[in-house]
């Protein structure tokens, strides 16, 4: 089974770069306290790196999968 991860918007990207908000939007964020479930994988991580100032990141275990 694949990791997933909770990411979570808890800034605004009002006033940041636009490679910022590209890269909230290609994570599949809309607003502020928005959460987005997604699996695991480089591309995720390395987008979560760029804009890790904004986000709250949560991972979740095997028993919270039901």
Not at 18 to 42: E, F, M, S
């Amino acid at each position: 089974m694949d990791k997933k991860i909770y990411i979570k918007q808890i800034k605004s990207i009002i006033n940041k770069p636009k490679r910022q908000k590209l890269t909230i939007y290609a994570l599949g964020l809309k607003k502020i306290n928005h959460t987005v479930l997604h699996t695991i994988n480089p591309q995720i991580l390395g987008m979560i790196k760029k804009v890790k100032h904004l986000l709250y990141i949560s991972n979740i275990t095997k028993s919270e999968i039901k």
